[in-house]
Nanobody, 123 residues
Framework: QVQLVESGGGLVQAGGSLRLSCTTS????????MGWFRQAPGKEREFVAA????????LYADSVRGRFTISRDTAKNTMYLQMNSLKPEDTAVYYC????????????????WGPGTQVTVSS
């Protein structure tokens, strides 16, 4: 089982930037995908971005493409989400997740989840 822990959340003004990190430990799959999701109060969990751990292919939600960048450091077992030009509507709890299948934007396709980190963007 993969263990995931997010960090880097906080309070930032609109237009600002934050970088989230997701550190992994435990069992790793030979070929797997990691992703970022977010959930705002009263809303469903939504896909943000995903990356194939070995090959590095990426997938983004339309709402963040061009503003957010997903990356990973395989030597450090860490995934990142660089968030630029943040908007108040980006306010949510951000979760990292992992699966041993292909890139996916569906939460149900992910097997392991971190506890989440709060991102708040003030206007």
């Amino acid at each position: 089982q993969v263990q995931l822990v997010e960090s880097g959340g906080g309070l930032v003004q609109a237009g600002g930037s934050l970088r989230l990190s997701c550190t992994t430990s435990g069992q790793t799959f030979s070929s797997y995908t990691m992703g970022w999701f977010r959930q705002a109060p009263g809303k469903e969990r939504e896909f943000v971005a995903a990356v194939r751990w070995r090959a590095g292919g990426t997938l983004y939600a339309d709402s963040v493409r061009g503003r957010f960048t997903i990356s990973r450091d395989t030597a450090k077992n860490t995934m990142y989400l660089q968030m630029n030009s943040l908007k108040p509507e980006d306010t949510a709890v951000y979760y990292c997740a992992a699966n041993n299948r292909a890139l996916s934007r569906y939460p149900g396709d992910y097997d392991c989840w971190g506890p989440g980190t709060q991102v708040t963007v003030s206007s």
